[in-house]
């Protein structure tokens, strides 16, 4: 049955795809086929195929990342704020999973790994991280925070981590060295996990509680968990995140900025 109102010859989208079915049909013949089409009325029907097809070919193969990106995961149109002048992003404050009201100051009370997605607003090697301390420990402990990839809306693997000293003045410290090199790219989906070093108490600013999306996983309904932790792993940073682990927990967001 074609398309309402359209016209029953298909120029291009039909023509190119008619020999593939829609199990093997790519990401990548989608784009070569609809490449040439110019957004404009007289190609209507061709886009509305188009479009058509890609859905398609996405409910037969179970994967919906095309609809947000093309094929690469998370959501690229945040990668708009890379043309901006500054180099810090607030990657605990941004879109989809952050807000940006701040006002809050939080114990970091944690020994295991908090993690908390977010989506890359910029494409390149990490120069540094920054949090704001805002009453510091009163004996020597380190924050960790790590970057790590994503996979099936969990943390996988780390990427690279930063360690910083809570025993100093209070305010935004900022570090430029990692265990490795983090190179992140624009849109796609990572998670940023931290934890102390020791079981030592210091404040750092964090995003306003009332105010964090919730990641979905929780313990009853009337309760709002924005984290989730893994236990068994105290006061480091593991390589490999293992699901089974993980468990929502009730722990505010620290304000952290990454910068390129």
Known sequence: MPLPDANKK????????????LDSVSFSNIQA??????VEEMNEDEMRRLVLVNLARLVTAGEW???????????????VLAAASSKFFSITKCGPWGSGEPGDADTVNYNTPVYVPFVSPN?????GVSINLTSAAGSSVNYIVGIYNSSDGLPTTLIGS?????????????????STDITLTRGTTYFVGWTRSTSTAFTLSTVHRNSQAALGPTQDVANNYMAISETGTDNTLPATV??????AVDEERPMINLDW
């Not at 494409?123 to 120069?127: K, R, W």
């Open 10 to 21: 298909s120029p291009r989208v039909y023509t190119n795809l008619q020999n593939l079915d």
């Open 123 to 127: 494409s390149g090697t990490v120069a």
């Open 162 to 178: 930063a360690t910083m000293a809570m025993d100093v003045s209070t305010g935004e410290i900022r570090q430029t060295t990692f």
């Open 65 to 79: 990342n095309g609809l947000l990106t093309a094929g690469g995961g998370g959501m690229e149109q945040v990668g």
């Open 33 to 38: 086929t609809g490449n040439p089409i110019a």
């Open 242 to 247: 293992t699901p089974a682990n993980l468990l």
